[in-house]
């Protein structure tokens, strides 16, 4: 039995526990709060442009406005959090597609959809790695490593709002299944 295969067993073990997926969900959703909130004054468009440009000039441009102004340091301040939060929502996310898998009984061989959140967390992990090298001076911003940072960021999205859609799908699939069919 190979290491991923006894993740996905361990986690799929886990996802029966309702304590251990709310505890997750606080933890996951306060530090979104938080990270939030201190992202709130740099703006979510400059924000997620940042994070998910390819293009150097456009990282530097926008980091260079918040030099500028002062509010680097706010960027900065995220980064407490946010070198933490990729575990958070690894692990939240990985327990709500087990427990979506296995009531809605979906094939083992879709079990490797449960790593991903992880290997989202560890994009997440390189981005934020690479945001403190270019920041610590920008002209390390080079077009090659901003399209590898923004590469990471948008892979993270993707596998993470994959994630969420297959929870949300999955979970309405069950509601329908198991309320509004067993009422007919």
């Keep these: 039995m190979s290491i991923f295969t006894r993740a996905e067993n361990f986690i799929i073990q886990k996802s029966d526990s309702n304590v251990l997926i709310v505890v997750f969900t606080i933890i996951y959703f306060t530090s979104q709060i938080i990270i939030g909130s201190i992202m709130h ?24 406005g918040w030099i500028a102004s002062g509010q680097i340091g706010v960027y900065y301040e995220h980064f407490y959090f946010d070198n933490f939060h990729p575990v958070w929502y690894s692990i939240f996310l990985s327990l709500l597609i087990a427990r979506t898998f296995k009531i809605n009984d979906v094939s083992p061989k879709f079990n490797f959809i ?71």
């Design 41 to 64: 004054p740099l703006g979510i468009k400059d924000a997620l442009t940042l994070q998910t440009t390819f293009s150097s000039d456009t990282f530097k441009a926008i980091a260079s």
């Design 114 to 184: 449960i790593l991903t959140p992880f290997v989202a967390g560890i994009c997440d992990l390189i981005e934020n790695m690479m945001h403190l090298y270019f920041l610590s001076d920008l002209r390390r911003a080079t077009p090659a490593l901003v399209a590898i940072s923004g590469t990471a960021t948008n892979t993270k999205w993707l596998l993470a709002l994959s994630g969420v859609a297959i929870v949300v799908v999955l979970s309405i699939r069950w509601f329908i299944k198991t309320f509004i069919k067993k009422k007919k």
